[in-house]
């Protein structure tokens, strides 16, 4: 069966007075046939749908490369052009060659923060608990479960850590296999 999306616009003795968002046309529908929309996976699907849009923008922004122009044709020096003109025409090609770099570093710029703008939205975001992965943050503050335990002091309270007894380790002659006389 298919899923269409529709309005309820009336109850009625048979079911629901639908009208359909794409089409427009109206329609009256078996109750076993509607089903309430999610709008949590409605707005699951608008946030997929804008981040996949924003890395799509990142991903042209940094495919994208800069094309450096080059210069035009009227600003070329010709040696019978006189001395004012090459002087002005020296100005305007300083000016060009300045416009470019900073439009390279512009460019440089951009790819940067659109670097580190993906890097935040994907590894980024990941939170740490504590000062170790897994370990619980707890309030310096707490006060111990243990009536001596001292407040401010991670861990009072508990007893000292309980080791295994040290015993001798004894050795086997004949490398651990028991003799057996026969």
Do not use: C
Not at 15 to 25: A, E
Not at 106 to 131: D, M, S, Y
Not at 133 to 146: A, H, L, M, N, T
């Amino acid at each position: 069966m298919s899923r269409y999306d529709a309005t309820i616009e009336a109850i009625t003795p048979n079911g629901y007075y639908v009208t359909y968002d794409s089409w427009g046309n109206k329609e009256e529908v078996d109750p076993a046939n509607v089903r309430p929309v999610n709008l949590l996976v409605e707005a699951e699907k608008v946030a997929e749908a804008t981040k996949l849009a924003i890395k799509r923008k990142i991903e042209q922004a940094a495919a994208s490369d800069f094309q450096s122009k080059s210069l035009p044709a009227k600003l070329h020096i010709n040696p019978d052009d006189p001395e004012d003109v090459k002087a002005a025409k020296r100005k305007k090609i300083h000016a060009f060659k300045s416009k470019m770099r900073f439009e390279q570093l512009e460019v440089t710029q951009n790819k940067r923060q659109n670097a580190w703008q993906q890097f935040q939205t994907t590894k980024g975001k990941t939170k740490k608990v504590g000062f170790f992965s897994g370990r619980k943050r707890e309030s310096i503050f707490k006060s111990p479960d243990d009536p001596y335990g001292k407040v401010g002091v991670t861990g009072s309270g508990k007893g000292l850590t309980d080791f295994q007894k040290r015993e001798k380790h004894l050795h086997l002659k004949g490398g651990g296999i028991a003799d057996t006389d026969d």
